[in-house]
């Protein structure tokens, strides 16, 4: 397993930008899948974005498509969300979470963050 932390959570405005990171320990790093979630008050954790280990593929859930970009330097153990154009909608709590093989249901990833806060104001 791996241990991961969020940053870069915080208020924005609509139309902002914000850029989350996900700082992982363990040697493993490299050879996991990585993806991000989002939960706001009241509702299920969603499936946000996912890269495979070699982030030669990524995958978006369709409300974030051409405004969310999801990356990752296995050289800095490390994983990131640039989230741009953001919408009221886009606030949550964000978690990064790791994978053995590329997947969008929760229950399918085995280590998450703490996660950390979006607020997009109107």
């Known amino acids: 397993q791996v241990q991961l932390v969020e940053s870069g959570g915080g208020l924005v405005q609509a139309g902002g930008s914000l850029r989350l990171a996900c700082a992982a320990s363990?040697?493993?790093?490299?050879?996991?899948?990585m993806g991000w979630f989002r939960q706001a008050p009241g509702k299920e954790r969603e499936f946000v974005a996912a890269?495979?280990?070699?982030?030669?593929?990524?995958d978006y859930t369709d409300s974030v498509k051409g405004r969310f970009t999801i990356s990752r330097d296995n050289a800095k153990n490390t994983v990131y969300l640039q989230m741009n154009s953001l919408k009221p909608e886009d606030t949550a709590v964000y978690y990064c979470?790791?994978?053995?093989?590329?997947?969008?249901?929760?229950?399918?990833?085995?280590?998450w963050g703490q996660g950390t806060q979006v607020t997009v104001s109107s």
């Open positions: 979470a790791a994978s053995l093989y590329p997947a969008r249901k929760p229950a399918h990833y085995h280590s």
């Open positions: 363990g040697r493993t790093f490299s050879s996991v899948h």
């Open positions: 890269i495979v280990w070699s982030g030669g593929l990524t």
